[in-house]
């Protein structure tokens, strides 16, 4: 099969198309013919050797840690699946290798993927889904409660707004100029520009706040809660013992693979409670060029490598 892998760390170019081994699969997994592949931040950040510290991964290595495809064979233990069944998945990061043609990931991280949109739209879910999943989960909200999402815009911004707003909460978010209708299209209650309003100066009223951002974004969201509130971050954890010395909470979101918040993520994008951020594709030949656009901050909403049939 064909994959696009690194043999070390280094800039995109070391990104080449190889033709290697199909994966290896036990009695507990899913071998996955993938359609197409998301891309995200991460990859580069593991592809350049920023993440080399804290994750260690064998070379050489097939980038990618989410796709949509279709179930080409199954472990002996696996029920719940048939052969030639649409799914996605976001694999655990010990295996991934979703820039390929196909990928075995266990079982309990896959489900059906929704009926109502494209491969190359689901392979761009599983691993944003799961983050706004985790983040709302973690707050706790109940309806009525004030929750603040920065970085709205963003692939998992734009997920938690409507998550939140699903679980009752009003919903303000920080995005710039260009973002504001679009986020108040998702539901958002109330929209910030970041750039020319300081979200400092809002009064501390908010139940909880979501920070996919961290830095100075982070350090200025703890006078936004009030007490007994919450900070749930997912870009850097919080210092610690920050949040009891202020009388306030505090939880870092690790996003694990879950089939089953997969499965509600898919009922939810069918019954149209749950729109996609826009997406856009390239070939998987050109995943090098799409890396250096990444990391140039030049891509714009979800980016999807279409590997099979979209």
Not at 105 to 129: E, G, N
Not at 149 to 170: E, N, Y
Not at 209 to 231: F, M, R, Y
Request: with cysteine; charged share 15%; hydrophobic share 45%.
């Amino acid at each position: 099969m064909k994959a696009m892998r690194i043999h070390h760390y280094g800039p995109a170019h070391v990104l080449t198309l190889r033709e290697v081994a199909l994966p290896h699969y036990t009695g507990s997994d899913v071998l996955i013919r993938v359609a197409a592949s998301g891309v995200n931040p991460i990859d580069w950040k593991i592809r350049s050797g920023a993440m080399s510290q804290v994750m260690h991964f064998p070379m050489p290595l097939t980038l990618g840690w989410e796709c949509a495809g279709t179930v080409d064979a199954m472990g002996h233990s696996v029920t719940g699946f048939k052969l030639g069944d649409n799914v996605f998945t976001m694999p655990e990061f010990v295996r991934g290798g979703t820039y390929a043609e196909y990928v075995a990931v266990d079982a309990s991280q896959i489900a059906l993927m929704p009926r109502t949109v494209s491969f190359s739209v689901a392979a761009t879910l599983p691993m944003t889904s799961q983050a706004a999943w985790s983040a709302i989960e973690t707050a706790n909200l109940r309806s009525g409660q004030r929750v603040l999402i920065h970085g709205g815009a963003g692939g998992v911004g734009s997920l938690a707004i409507q998550l939140a707003k699903l679980k009752g909460a009003k919903v303000t978010t920080t995005v710039s100029a260009r973002d504001v209708a679009h986020v108040r299209a998702l539901g958002a209650d109330e929209v910030v520009d970041y750039r020319t309003t300081n979200i400092a100066d809002y009064p501390s009223d908010f139940d909880a706040v979501v920070d996919t951002i961290g830095g100075p974004t982070q350090e200025a969201s703890w006078g936004l809660l009030k007490l007994g509130g919450v900070l749930v971050t997912l870009a850097q954890p919080a210092p610690s013992g920050r949040a009891e010395a202020l009388g306030l909470r505090t939880a870092q979101v690790m996003t694990l693979p879950r089939g089953e918040v997969l499965r509600e993520i898919a009922a939810l994008v069918d019954a149209g409670e749950l729109i996609p951020s826009d997406r856009h594709s390239f070939p998987l030949s050109d995943a090098s060029a799409v890396h250096a656009l990444g990391e140039a901050a030049n891509l714009q909403g979800r980016t999807a490598l279409l590997v099979g049939s979209t």
